[in-house]
């Protein structure tokens, strides 16, 4: 686990991948301080997972890959398609940072929350999942966590997958990467997936609700990567998306059926020198999000819309300085907003841009990090962050660490302003959420075991939530809560044989202030268990999640006391089988012993599925 590995030997592998980079190597990443660096430098709990995990894994969703992972809880309303939540570590879901391919996904409802139900596991080349606060490296959102979606890969070759399942599941994709010359790799992709689904509030008394709630997604990829010189490349690629999904309305006539739009352009260009590299590079995304009544139709009262588009440009400068590297850079981004039904509609727009600098330096048994990052926000003002941490090796594959690092939490333009359609008034005095977390941790190899034990405290403060006036029927958003979340989390990863073990054990203490009442959707304890491995040429995957007790809700006006959710076990069983070289199988059997359990209150969970397919590389 800790092999020495100075920061001037990582930039010299690749001085600079920035956000174009491959998924080639399992053991470098990128998210942690915005430089390319080998996984066991970073002093941050990291989780990589690659496109050969989640085809092992045979996940689904994205929602699936992240459920195995250390520090994240998961609340779901039904199954594939409907609106999940992520929290890692007690943070609130809108506390996690959502990158694609290093750029923020736009995030265009009131909560910001980014719904990851709604994006495509086809698109996933590589995700890679940093703990703790970076909002020092990133800016706004990160207090919890960050999630860099990779959507590149620069292997030549083809892949055709097709797959069936339970509740009338279907997917097909097939991806083609082709060398144009000797300098250019063309790239497209497409998928298509669709579920009949079930009803996931059997409970409803409404007719309408008696349907199957179903879900269907269509994707789009192309990519050009071009090495102009040995030190110059540049990219442009775009990606689209439209998903369909079925839910609940919950009375006669109210919306039970959304559709999502996402359209995204990026260009850039990278300089990579011996010592220096630096990449610009520029984005556009346009997501369009309708909610509307099936009874009615999309054209008709009761529908409404979210239109946002947002801008990105994104300059990241590398140095290799010292006994390690420094990196610093500009980030802006644009975002505009209309949400509007039949009889309102509401228009917003900010810009912000933020200015960083990370250096990380190796001083013979010590590792030393610091970040520093301001955000120039039009709307809410200026927002500064840092952070800092240490790590030393106190002896050979032995690593104590300490991090202390500071985060905020932008308000969304509709809680800053307000949005007529949901009754919701403006708030200009809103102010930020912020954090400060301090973490210490300990890892080490012994014997064959790979592991680290981590402890942690974060507290929040000008927690954003909402209130309703009874007299007026009008809303608003207020910072009238804080909170402090406590935890501790070990990890470990061995092999016995041809068997490999990986373990999470994790413990969370995450409490309102106010009051001591433990924050929702949150279980106070966690035991992850997988094990993979193969045995005349079957590749098997097993799974076991184990999620403590946890609440529905806070009280609040609505509610008078928190309801109670009980603890709950998964297992899913996975097979693959190389039939040839380059014709492989695949089955799987997700909660194996059909626990019947709830994430969210009064919204049914999928069962025992079943699924089968097989892939074709070329």
């Known amino acids: 686990m800790i092999k020495k590995a100075s920061l001037l030997t990582a930039l010299s592998v690749t001085a600079f991948s920035g956000w174009a980079q491959d998924s080639s190597s399992d053991n470098l990443v ?24 989640i085809d092992r894994w045979q996940a689904r969703t994205l929602t699936d890959v992240m459920r195995r992972l250390p520090g994240v809880d998961v609340a779901e309303n039904g199954g594939m398609g409907q609106t999940s939540y992520i929290y890692i570590r007690g943070a609130e879901a809108r506390h996690t940072l959502v990158l694609i391919d290093g750029i923020p996904l736009a995030k265009s409802g009131i909560t910001g929350i980014a719904d990851f139900s709604q994006i495509p596991v086809s698109l996933i080349e590589r995700i890679e999942m940093i703990r703790g606060p970076r909002s ?6 990160a207090i919890g966590g960050v999630i860099n979606i990779i959507t590149q890969n620069a292997t030549p070759g083809g892949k055709i997958e097709a797959g069936i399942g339970s509740n009338h599941y279907q997917k097909y994709d097939a991806t083609v990467r082709q060398k144009l010359g000797e300098d250019t790799l063309a790239t497209v992709a497409g998928s298509f997936s669709d579920t009949r689904g079930y009803n996931i509030r059997p409970q409803s008394t409404y007719s309408v609700d008696s349907d199957r709630d179903g879900f269907r997604n269509k994707t789009f990829w192309a990519g050009l990567n071009h090495q102009f010189s040995q030190e110059i490349s540049g990219f442009v690629r775009g990606y689209g998306y439209s998903n369909k999904t079925g839910y609940d309305a ?3 006539d109210g919306g039970d059926e959304r559709q999502v739009y996402n359209h995204t352009y990026e260009t850039g260009l990278t300089y990579s020198g011996e010592i220096f590299s630096s990449q610009l590079t520029g984005s556009y995304q346009r997501y369009k999000d309708y909610n509307y009544a099936g009874t009615l139709g999309l054209y008709n009262d009761g529908t409404s819309l979210d239109d946002m588009t947002q801008r990105n440009l994104q300059w990241g400068n590398s140095l290799a300085l010292g006994a390690g590297t420094v990196s610093a850079g500009i980030d802006w981004q644009q975002q505009k907003l209309t949400s509007a039904d039949n009889y309102y509609s509401n228009k917003y727009k900010r810009d912000n841009t933020g200015y960083y600098l990370t250096t990380q330096q ?3 048994s010590v590792t030393l990090e610091g970040s520093v990052r301001g955000d120039d926000n039009d709307q ?11 790590g030393w090796e106190f002896v050979p594959d032995y690593r104590v660490t300490v991090s202390y690092g500071t985060g905020f939490q932008a308000p969304t333009l509709g809680q800053l302003y307000g949005q007529e359609r949901l009754f919701i008034v403006a708030n200009p005095d809103l102010s930020a959420e912020k954090s400060r977390q301090v973490e210490v ?4 190899l012994t014997g064959p075991v790979n592991w680290r034990l981590s402890a942690y405290q974060n507290k929040i403060k000008n927690l954003i939530d909402y209130y309703y006036d009874e007299d007026t029927f009008l809303g608003s958003y207020y910072n009238i809560q804080s909170a402090t979340i406590k935890g501790v989390e070990l990890t470990g990863s061995f ?11 994790g413990y969370l203490d995450p409490r309102r202030d106010s009051d001591n009442e433990v924050l929702a959707h949150r279980s106070r304890q966690q035991f992850k268990y997988q094990l993979d491995w193969t045995l005349f040429g079957l590749d098997m995957d097993a799974a076991w999640q184990y999620f403590g007790k946890s609440y529905n809700n806070n009280t609040n006006q609505f509610a008078d006391t928190q309801r109670r959710m009980s603890s709950y076990s998964l297992v899913d069983l996975s097979a693959s089988y190389p039939v040839t070289s380059n014709l492989t199988v695949r089955g799987k059997i997700a909660n194996l012993f059909d626990k019947d359990y709830e994430t969210v209150y009064g919204y049914r969970t999928a069962g025992r599925e ?5 892939s074709y590389t070329f």
Do not use: C, K, M
Request: charged share 15%; aromatic share 10%; hydrophobic share 35%.
């Open 441 to 444: 941790g300990l890892e080490g």
């Open 30 to 53: 990128v998210t942690a301080n915005r430089f390319q660096q080998p996984v066991n430098t970073v002093l941050a709990p990291t989780e990589v997972v690659t496109r050969e995990d």
């Open 610 to 614: 079943y699924t089968l397919s097989g």
């Open 495 to 505: 092999d016995t044989g041809v068997i490999s073990h990986r373990i999470t054990l």
């Open 250 to 252: 919950g009375y006669t």
């Open 380 to 390: 809410f003002g200026w927002n500064g962050t840092w952070q800092a941490a240490a």
């Open 136 to 141: 020092a490296v990133y800016g706004a959102d």
């Open 362 to 364: 190796q001083l013979d």
